[in-house]
């Protein structure tokens, strides 16, 4: 019954207008939306997706999309792109949005090590990294989205002041980030914390929970964020 509904899923999806997809390991540029045509938006997704001039933000492993439905609704002069591999948890979040009528919203179906394959220098103001896995082996430490690795990504398409964050529960995972982050000579670390909802919230989007997060808060964890600005 599983399979069957993420195979719905899987359909359903692509005949979504906000779903944008390319699941290749290779730099073709070309996107695949609803309409099955090749779009090459790489550079183009401010006036040729979103029809504005408005910042992006992009939430990476974005699961369900709690967050970047919830950020369009609370920044509606802001435009976000929820990017992750797995289409029936893509489902859900481009669902809601389409039921919101959100036009600040959209969904990228593809692997994050690919993201400036899809995103010019300087194109993406912020990213969110939201309760990624945490891939706690030191063998698989260049997996993890907050790695000198990713961050690399990261500046191919961040302009300077642009803010990368991450929204964690696992205590390796963040005191990893921090040490990361820290180190980084072109970053400078504006906040950290690793126990969030124990004090007032630094800023309003940290109110948003996702469904992992209520997992873990009701499991009795603590909840880590951490902002860094890049200087480039």
């Known amino acids: 019954m599983g399979r069957k509904n993420k195979l719905k899923k899987f359909a359903a999806i692509r005949d979504y207008p906000n779903v944008i997809e390319n699941l290749h390991a290779s730099t073709e540029e070309a996107l695949t939306s609803s309409e099955r045509d ?10 040729a997706y979103f029809h504005n001039d408005h910042p992006i933000t992009l939430e990476l492993a974005c699961g369900k999309g709690e967050y970047t439905v919830q950020l369009a609704q609370q920044y509606p002069h802001r435009n976000f792109i929820g990017v992750d591999i797995k289409g029936a948890r893509i489902w ?5 949005a389409l039921e919101l009528a959100l ?3 959209a969904f990228l179906r593809t692997r ?21 896995d945490p891939f706690l082996r030191n063998s698989q430490a260049q997996k ?10 990261y500046r191919r ?4 002041g642009a803010r990368i964050q991450i929204k964690t529960d696992d205590p390796d995972l963040y005191a990893f980030s921090v040490d990361t982050w820290t180190k980084a000579p072109d970053l400078e670390v504006i906040y950290s914390d690793d126990d969030i909802y124990g004090k007032p919230l630094p800023i309003p989007e940290l109110a948003i929970k996702t469904f992992y997060e209520r997992m873990h808060l009701k499991a009795q964890k603590t909840i880590k964020y951490l902002a860094a600005i890049y200087q480039g």
Do not use: Q, Y
């Not at 994050?112 to 990624?132: A, C, Y």
């Open 38 to 47: 090749p779009h090459r938006l790489k550079g183009k997704w401010r006036s």
């Open 92 to 96: 859900r979040g481009a669902t809601e």
């Open 103 to 105: 036009p600040n919203v």
């Open 112 to 132: 994050i090590e690919l993201l400036d394959h899809f995103f010019s220098p300087g194109e993406v103001n912020e990213i969110w990294i939201t309760f990624p």
């Open 144 to 153: 993890r989205l907050s790695s000198d690795r990713f961050l690399d990504i």
């Open 157 to 160: 398409i961040l302009p300077p």
